[in-house]
Structure formats: C-alpha cells, structure tokens
C-alpha cells in the first residue's frame, strides 16, 4: 500500500487501490453491508409479509424493443399499493422490470444502474448488451440467501443491441431465475404472477416484425388480459389515471410512453371487448 492511498486525501484505501470496472465488486470490499443479498434475513419464510411487484411484459418490434408492468403491489391476500413503478430505464440503451420482493428489487435496480454508469465512466465505453445481461445475473445470483426465505427478485432485461448484426432484430429481451440464470428470449417474455395469462395472450396478438405502435398494442393487451385472471396484477385504472408503465427502446434510446398514450391503447381494447360483448 502506498503512502498516498494510506490517507492523507482522507479516503479508505479500498477507494483509491481498486481499479476494477464493477461498482458492486467495489462495494464488496469497501461497504458489504449495503449489497442487497449480503444483509441477515430472518431463517424462516417472509414472503407473505412484504409488498411483491408483479406482472412484466417485454416483446420485441421491427426496429427495437417495448417492456410494460401493471401498477399493483400485494402483500399476501393485501393490495399494499396501487401505483408501484416496476420498470426502469437501467441506461440509455436498456430497460429492467422488477417482480418479486418490491423493497429488495427496487434497490437492487438503483444499485444495476450504478453499476452500468460506473463501468462506462471507468471503461470509457458502453457494456455490451450480453455484458449487461451478465452483469444483472450475478447481482440476483448474490440475493439467493434471501430468495430462500421468501424475498425473491425475478427481473426482467431487455435493451437495444448496438452490436446487431445486420438483418438480425437489435431489440433483444433476457429473462432469469433466482439462481442467476440467465435466458435470452425470442420475440416476447412475461414474469410475475400474472405472467401465464400475459404469455397467453401474447401467443395471439403477438407477429415477428411488428411496427411499433401495433407491438406496444400487443403489450397493453397481454397486461390487461393478465389482469383479468390474475388478481394481483392491477388493470387499468381510469378513476385515478393509473395505466401501465411501458418503455421504448430504439435507436434513439430508452423512452416512457406519456399516461394518456398508453391510456388511449387501454380505452380502445375496452371500447372492442365492450362491443363484442354486446354483441354476443
């Protein structure tokens, strides 16, 4: 250890000494206590007693990517809140959904987007997109003590590759496990409880090569059928303007729809069922 990083700017050696790319690395040595997954958690199941995020849907497009998560938290049979956000930009050119433990899972979010940012600035570049997906296994891999009592994060990733290869989609989705496994998806993924009506759902509306604004369609529409069978995903809620986060994400970067967009997608797949339930 040399003298400079002995102290006299007043910093811990471990703030000087590493030159490592990963943020979360660094917080390993320099403050293990604030990882996510390194905190003592009571040896015994407590899922029942904290606010769980639920339904995320990502599907890809002709051109990019779209990830969308209801607005409902639960706890156990409990709506805990009604207006959770669960989707996130991670960096410009990336989207992360969270479903699981929503306390864990936010902060697991802030610590990604550290990461990615801390990386660039130390690198001087932008991770891969494979990079990233790696980068995010390892962080819900460090959480699977936690994920044994009950307190699983399942996130969702989903980003657009500026390394695509010509004729190939550069909107690319990965789902994972709470082992840290890692799974890249083809054209649409779902996770959380309502993620087997979204995928359902999906199978019908959902066609390689869709524009835009027919995918993002498609994407409300998984979440609002989710909704319908799933009584912890939230549907949309006109009485207090809450409708469904959706991201887009393209080759001018991670963008949020506005509320009344995505409210007009929702009023139009209700004014259609409605009309063909009058019908039957």
């Known amino acids: 250890m040399s003298e400079y990083s002995a102290g006299r700017s007043g910093f811990p050696p471990a703030y000087l000494d590493r030159v490592g790319s990963s943020f979360t690395d660094f917080l390993a040595v320099a403050a293990p206590d604030l990882l996510p997954g390194r905190r003592p958690v009571p040896q015994m199941p407590v899922g029942d007693v904290t606010p769980h995020g639920t339904t995320i849907v990502s599907v890809t497009y002709e051109g990019g990517v779209l990830m ?7 706890m156990g049979n409990l709506i ?16 992360i959904g969270i479903a699981g433990a929503a306390g864990i899972a936010i902060e697991m979010v802030r610590l990604y987007q550290v990461e990615l940012e801390h990386y660039e600035k130390i690198e001087g ?50 789902s994972y ?57 939230g549907g949309p809620d006109p ?6 986060i959706v991201y887009r994400v393209d080759a001018e970067g991670a963008v949020r729809l506005t509320d009344d967009e995505v409210a007009a997608i929702a009023k139009t797949i209700t004014d259609e069922r409605a009309a063909a339930e009058g019908q039957g």
């Open 68 to 74: 969308g998560g209801d607005r409902r938290a639960t």
């Open 80 to 95: 805990s809140s009604r207006d959770i956000e669960k989707v996130y930009p991670a960096d410009t050119w990336s989207v």
């Open 125 to 174: 570049l932008t991770l891969s997109l494979d990079g990233k997906a790696n980068r995010l296994a390892q962080m819900i891999r460090g959480n699977l003590g936690a994920a044994l009592q009950g307190l699983a994060v399942v996130p969702l990733f989903a980003g657009f590759d500026l390394d695509a290869a010509p004729g190939t989609s550069p909107g690319r989705i990965f």
């Open 177 to 233: 496990d709470v082992t840290g496994g890692n799974y890249e998806e083809r054209g649409y993924a779902a996770v959380g409880s309502g993620s087997l009506f979204a995928r359902n759902s999906l199978k019908k509306t959902w066609r390689p090569n869709l524009d835009a604004d027919a995918a993002t369609t498609s994407l409300v529409e998984a979440l609002y059928d989710a909704a319908d069978d799933d009584s912890a995903t």
């Open 239 to 244: 009485v207090r303007r809450l409708y469904p």
